[in-house]
């Protein structure tokens, strides 16, 4: 074989080649994405993070739906009606910078615009999705609750019919965006079981609270939102949701584009861990060419591919109607721990530069704390997959 045939050596930054795996529309929506982050969020995050905040959310919020980001997997009402591949990409740019900003755009897009495109009647979704999509309103989910986190079905968060309305009693827990948010869609037991309701957080009765000193998702708003009576008519309510399965299914959402972003995450560590790798020397060499750290780099890069494969797989079986939410929890579980190995390796390589905001390593790495908490647990996810391999359900 001459030396010209010979294949080309992998990209050290995409070592499978899976970009060109991806079609035209589907890596201009990743470029065009990464070049907004690069320009407009990578020069600020660690300022942010440090600053415990997202400074200016409706900016930002503005920025995102000129874009098209915000909801963009979903169809009409102002949204782009991208493939689901697309918004996976545009996720795994967004959380190459942070996690925080990635859930910022999952959580409008997947979880509270979802929730009202897939659930609303067609006036919810004229009244709010197109607002929500160019970014001049925003939305929150309220699903969790002090006492009610991995186990929803547990919430005490109360909606009783009062004449025609509604009238909605509980606290909720950890909500991303909630003190900034137009509009929170609030789950709440009625006599019927679980329903959605879409709660104005003008609404006389609703007050939030910003959880503070978080030490991960930093560069994000997280808020306990309170309900004490508030009233609403009876057309807030989501009348396609009936039971725990209506918020189930829009954390599917999240979920899958959590699984995506966590591939960002990744990337932009080992990328970091590479650079500095071939750069620092100790000992007369760069510390690259030890074996040590060249077996870490190794599990990096494996790692970093082995869930890009993933994404694209259940990304792929998204777009054909063909993904089941026990794909999404293997997906969620199996990308946020390569993710976090790939993290933690990448700030040993790091050294005392490691645990600065100079590099990005140990901000991914406490964020990833987060991620592979909220949207369920590690520990859900692995039950999900054990009850989809035994046909037996552990949870409780
Ligand atoms: P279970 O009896 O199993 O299920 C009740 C009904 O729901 C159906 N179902 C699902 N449907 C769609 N998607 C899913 N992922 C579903 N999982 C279950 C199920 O088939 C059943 O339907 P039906 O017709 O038979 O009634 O319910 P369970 O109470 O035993 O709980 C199951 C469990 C543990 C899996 C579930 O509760 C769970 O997923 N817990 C984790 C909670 C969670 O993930 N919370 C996230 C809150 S939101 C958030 O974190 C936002 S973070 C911000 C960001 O994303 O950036
Ligand atoms: P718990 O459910 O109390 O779990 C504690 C531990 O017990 C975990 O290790 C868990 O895996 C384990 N455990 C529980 N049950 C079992 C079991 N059956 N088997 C084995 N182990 C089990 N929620 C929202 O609704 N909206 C949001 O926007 C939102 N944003 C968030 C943002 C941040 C920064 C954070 C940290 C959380 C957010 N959440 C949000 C909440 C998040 O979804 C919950 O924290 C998560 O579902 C876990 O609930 P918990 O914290 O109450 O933990």
Redesign the pocket.
Known sequence: MSQDSRPAAPDPRDFLGLESELSEEERAIGDAVADFAKRELEPHIAQWYEEGTIPEPRTLARAFGDLGLLGMHLEGYGCAGTSAVAYGIACRELEAVDSGIR?FV??QGS?AMAAIHKYGSEEQRQQWLPGMASGELIGC?G??EPDS?????SMRTRARRDGTDWVIDGTKMWI?NGSVADVAVVWAQTEDGVRGFLVPTTSPGFTTNVVHSKLSLRASITSELVLDGVRLPAEAQLPGAA???GP??C??E?RYG?LWGVVGAARSCYSSALDYATTREQFGRPIGGFQMTQAKLADMVIDVNHAGLTALRIGRLKDAGSCH?HH?SFGKLANVAAAQRVASAARSIHGANGITLEYPVLRHLLNLETVAT???TAE?HAL?IGQAVTGI?A??
């Open positions: 859930s999952s959580v979880l989910f699903l969790t986190g991995s186990d929803p079905g991303t039971g725990l399965g189930l299914s954390l599917n999240a959590i939410h999404v909220y949207e369920g859900i999900s359900s949870f409780r």
